[in-house]
């Protein structure tokens, strides 16, 4: 996972992480995982958040990782971003690895989405109170897919409102569509309409 950076100068600008494995081909900005409160969390409870890959990675040989994403944690979350990030990707994820700490955090996601109008960013987040909140007080930019990570396992839900798309987790393949192909390849996640409920 190779990292660089986006802005202005590298102790003010966010990092940004080339993805491996199943998100080859995309990059991201990511946020520490294992500092964030919410994930501390739900990683004692029995959802998706109990066998979480981020965490596991993050202390073993993605240890390397943290500092970086942390940085980005820290600058997402604390205050408004005073440089806005040029994003040339066609499409560009937030979080391969984190989740939303809180509003400013989604503040400032809007504003690089906003900011970059001819990239597609999904981003995946289990909290929906976040992004009701937020959605209530301003409008999401259209180059923005929101994705409910339902953490519920073999509990397949809709779309919640706020929300363009919805991923669950199962344990079977049954009724999956979303079947561990690399993600380049499919695009469901990264395309506004089409498949909504990704299973």
């Not at 499409?91 to 504003?111: C, D, M, S, Y």
Request: proline share 4%; glycine share 8%.
């Amino acid at each position: 996972m190779v990292l660089g950076v986006l802005g202005s100068s590298s102790d003010r600008a966010l990092k940004i992480s080339t993805m491996t494995g199943k998100l080859d081909g995309f990059r991201a900005i990511n946020t520490n995982t294992v500092t964030n409160p919410f994930c501390i969390k739900m990683k004692e409870s029995d959802t998706i958040c109990g066998v979480c890959y981020s965490h596991r990675m993050l202390n073993t040989f993605r240890k390397g990782c943290q500092p970086a994403w942390q940085h980005n944690s820290d600058m997402l979350s604390q205050a408004p971003l005073t440089t806005i990030p040029t994003i040339m990707d066609r499409v560009f994820r937030f979080h391969g690895h984190g989740e939303l700490l809180n509003a400013q955090h989604l503040e400032n996601i809007i504003a690089i989405a906003e900011g970059n109008p001819a990239t597609t960013f999904s981003l995946w987040t289990k909290r929906k109170e976040l992004i009701r909140a937020v959605s209530i007080k301003q409008a999401m930019p259209s180059n923005l897919i929101l994705i409910y990570s339902n953490p519920k396992i073999d509990d397949v839900k809709g779309v919640p409102k706020y929300f363009d798309k919805v991923f669950n987790n199962v344990t079977g393949e049954a009724d999956a569509n979303c079947t561990g192909q690399q993600c380049k390849d499919c695009l469901k996640c990264y395309t506004k309409g089409g498949t909504n409920v990704i299973v």
